[in-house]
């Protein structure tokens, strides 16, 4: 049983991380210069399927701070790899309940007109560089971890 723990622990992480990956610096990019006429159908699109890794991600570092919480108990407190799984959760939530509603609420403030035709433009640029900063973190965090688990670092 410890065995299957061990290796689910793994997919979770590596599902999570190769989700925020795969979609932030592929799938995002793609959508957009697929659908360049259509910016705002590309953004809709992006901002869907980033809000769907953040759920992901919650429920992800849900299990993997549980994990490490009952596999080490109190010394899971004096690991490098809870307390960046911690971060990457706490990033998560900001971008997911946080940011991506702000970012929702500033096209819908601008509308008729799109956000980046409207007063609103540079509001949404400077949170939208936010969000991609906080993305950037949180991505490379997840590499380091998921790296460590090869060098025998997961717990």
């Not at 998921?146 to 060098?151: A, E, G, Q």
Request: glycine share 10%; net charge positive.
């Amino acid at each position: 049983m410890q065995r299957l723990a061990n290796a689910l622990y793994d997919v979770t992480l590596t599902l999570w991380v190769g989700g925020l990956w795969a979609i932030g610096y592929l799938v995002a990019p793609t959508l957009f210069t697929t659908l360049g006429n259509d910016r705002q159908l590309a953004g809709a699109l992006a901002g869907t399927l980033f809000e769907l890794i953040g759920w992901i991600g919650l429920g992800c570092a849900t299990y993997l701070l549980l994990f490490l919480l009952v596999r080490l108990g109190n010394a899971a407190l004096r690991r490098l790899n809870f307390w960046l799984l911690l971060l990457m959760m706490l990033l998560t939530a900001v971008g997911l309940f946080g940011i991506q509603p702000l970012l929702a609420q500033l096209k819908a403030d601008a509308l008729p007109r799109e956000v980046m035709e409207s007063m609103l433009r540079n509001r949404f640029i400077a949170w939208h560089g936010v969000s991609s900063v906080l993305y950037l973190i949180q991505s490379l965090i997840g590499l380091f971890l998921v790296t460590s688990i090869s060098r025998g670092g997961r717990y």
